[in-house]
């Protein structure tokens, strides 16, 4: 794991261990997101401490952690690691996106105001150049940005922690699924979206997330797993 991991994170908190334990969450979380962590490879303590520059007990504390949102797992062994994606999995991942995603967007839309819009449209901005440019984790890493600025307007202290774990689960396997395809071929479904947000329309907004989800990762992904078999 490179020394990059570590960079854009936010700052983290004053106490010396909740500092370390934030730093490396952030970080992690981001390496998650962005498809760092490879699928079935392993995930040290120890590389990953002296990557962060931290003891390995805020490593070991936040990889539990994670492990218990299914981001990771533990295996007998005590070796740590990114889950395979199996045809099941996926399936699972993908019909829950669908149903809290489109749900999360519209208990938002009464909250997002103009900025919002503004900012939007400067993600989407960002992520159509990563989309001609090539750039995999940017666009990944985007993504996640314009998403999470709509669904975290919902407010909701249920559903958005369960698409929260969602995305760490789902982003490794779609990097894979990005290295192979490349991104030339990506659309999604981010104007319809933010049009629907500027009139205000719940079923049209509901309906661009949906598809956006739909496309972004249902066709791709189901099919490098129908030619390959799990990742």
């Avoid at 440019?133 to 993504?143: I, T, V």
């Amino acid at each position: 794991m490179s020394a990059d991991l570590a960079k854009d994170t936010p700052t983290p908190p004053t106490s010396l261990r909740g500092a370390a334990r934030g730093h490396v969450e952030a970080a992690v979380r981001t390496g998650l997101l962005t498809g760092r962590f490879i699928p079935g490879k392993a995930v040290t303590l120890r590389g990953l401490a002296a990557d962060l520059g931290v003891s390995p007990m805020p490593v070991r504390e936040v990889l539990q952690r994670l492990a218990a949102e299914n981001a990771l797992e533990v295996k007998a062994n005590g070796r740590v690691q990114v889950p395979d994606m199996t045809p099941a999995r996926f399936d699972e991942v993908l019909k829950a996106r669908l149903l809290l995603e489109p749900e999360l967007a519209e208990r938002a839309l009464p909250f997002l105001r103009s900025k919002d819009i503004r900012d939007l449209q400067k993600i989407d901005d960002d992520i159509d150049a990563c989309l001609v440019s090539g750039d995999a984790e940017s666009y990944m890493r985007l993504n996640h940005a314009f998403h999470f600025l709509i669904y975290q307007a919902s407010r909701s202290q249920v559903l958005l922690p369960l698409v929260d774990s969602l995305w760490l689960q789902f982003a490794p396997f779609m990097r894979t699924v990005y290295g192979r395809v490349g991104t030339a071929s990506l659309e999604d479904r981010h104007k319809e979206a933010i049009q629907a947000m500027k009139t205000q329309d719940a079923t049209a907004l509901k309906s661009a997330i949906s598809a956006d989800i739909e496309d972004g990762m249902g066709l791709l992904g189901k099919a490098i797993l129908d030619a390959s078999g799990p990742a």
